[in-house]
């Protein structure tokens, strides 16, 4: 503030290069959402002076989602380890200026973990959907949570299939980009992947 001389700013910032260490922690009320302070204190030293980050954001599980979604859709990061494919199906008009896109996530049952619950095997996974247009316009990020149940005597079998998730989508004409987050809840596995479709063509 106040100074045309960078250069000593810019000569503290290069030192903190050279002489930094990374310790890493994890809360143990991880994913509230609140702003927590951090403290670091250094035993046994009186002559060095610390400094450090004062807090941070402790984003939730699905805030998280929600922003690698739209980093998947605004730099074309696509981690896919759930192996999950994306199908659109042909649009229905919706007023002057809209169509219904429908939409199918793709995910090989056999990537997923299920827990055994009665007579059925469980899942659960949250999707993340955001689009951009044209021009640029990005939607909001939709999240849907879907619970997949297999009765027992099929389980084997149905390991072998993709499980299907249908959504609709609402798009104005002309091209599009979309982006789905996808979650295995109890694995805790994601994958980002892309689908590119023209509305309306």
């Known amino acids: 503030i106040n100074t045309n001389n960078f250069l000593p700013m810019l000569e503290r910032v290069g030192d903190d290069f050279d002489t930094f260490y990374a310790l ?3 809360s143990p009320a991880g994913g509230s959402g ?3 302070e951090i403290e670091v204190k250094l035993k046994g030293r009186k002559d060095v002076r610390l400094r450090h980050r004062e807090g941070y954001r402790d984003k939730s599980v699905g805030i ?3 922003e690698q979604t739209l980093a998947a859709l605004n730099y074309g990061y696509a981690k896919n380890e759930l192996k999950v494919e994306l199908e659109f199906g042909r649009g229905t008009r919706k007023g002057d200026d809209a169509f219904l896109i429908p939409l199918v996530v793709k995910i090989p049952m056999g990537n997923l973990a299920f827990v055994p619950r009665d007579d059925l095997q469980r899942a659960s996974v949250r999707l993340y959907i955001t689009a951009r247009n044209e021009e640029g316009g990005i939607a909001p990020v939709e999240e849907v949570s ?8 099929n389980f084997d079998r149905a390991r072998a299939q993709a499980y299907h998730l249908q ?3 609402m798009m104005a004409p002309g091209g599009q980009l ?8 109890i694995g805790a596995v994601t994958a980002f992947v892309l689908g590119g479709l023209r509305v309306g063509a």
């Open 167 to 169: 959504h609709t989508l």
């Open 146 to 153: 879907v619970p997949i149940e297999i009765p027992q005597e």
């Open 34 to 36: 609140r702003y927590r």
């Open 178 to 185: 979309v982006a789905v987050g996808v979650r295995d809840e």
């Open 64 to 66: 998280r989602m929600s």
């Open 24 to 26: 890493g922690y994890t």
